[in-house]
């Protein structure tokens, strides 16, 4: 079985600072890992995804996440935070195998971004 | 555009009552979902289908129920034998060639047992 660890549950920080979210996955098999963002009262949204390929996947908004096989991480970061970031962060995996699986994502607790000014 | 419609947005029932939440999606999708949120807990999938008149129980389907008539709509009753149904209800589909397990989300339905 998969498992998904965000290991903060929230996150306050300073607009046009730094930010990271950290993500910890456990499964017997290789995964795909997602990225969702959920802004208040809404369903979420794909920020990126990490299916092969480069280990270092890019979002349009500046967000990049970095997949780490040997850490079983896929941390979320971005160099300079906007007040528009704050937001509901989700972590998700689902495991390759072969599609049996069928979009059945396991998700993390999610991480609350909240940018001040 | 196309996308998932889900309604009511907001939901109250008393105890003892079931509720059926709609969803409805016109991407074509073959496989729909539906998961529920919790503060702190992320989102647990309760039931998932992947062709009409087909459907899987997922992680947290006790006191659900679910029917899948057309492939536009995926209705998701909570019944009285839930016994925490206050909860935001997200809905979700994904297509043939979408993207490995790329899901779309609805806005979601939020139930609150009075």
């Known amino acids: 079985a998969q498992s998904v660890t965000q290991l903060d549950s929230q996150v306050p920080v300073f607009e046009e600072a730094p930010v990271e979210l950290r993500c910890n996955y456990s499964s017997s098999v290789s995964v795909y890992l997602f990225w969702y963002v959920q802004y208040p009262n809404q369903g979420l949204q794909l920020l990126l995804k990490y299916l092969s390929g480069s280990t270092l996947v890019e979002s349009i908004n500046g967000f990049e996440a970095e997949f780490n096989k040997s850490q079983t991480s896929f941390h979320l970061r971005k160099p300079s935070v906007h007040i528009s970031d704050t937001a509901e962060y989700f972590c998700a995996v689902s495991e390759n195998a072969g599609g049996t699986s069928y979009g059945k994502l396991t998700f993390g607790q999610g991480t609350i971004l909240t940018v001040h000014p | 555009d196309g996308g998932i419609t889900q309604s009511p947005k907001y939901l109250f029932r008393k105890e003892g009552q079931n509720v059926t939440l709609s969803c409805e999606q016109n991407l074509n999708h073959d496989a729909m979902y539906w998961y529920r949120q919790d503060p702190g807990q992320g989102l647990r999938l309760i039931y998932y289908?992947?062709?009409?008149?087909?459907?899987q129980k997922g992680d947290i389907a006790e006191g659900y129920s679910v029917s899948r008539e057309k492939k536009e709509s995926f209705p998701l009753t909570v019944t009285s034998a839930q016994k925490n149904p206050t909860a935001f209800y997200l809905c979700a589909s994904k297509g043939r060639g979408q993207g490995t397990n790329v899901l779309t989300f609805g806005a979601g339905s939020r139930l609150t047992v009075l």
């Open positions: 289908s992947q062709i009409v008149n087909d459907f």
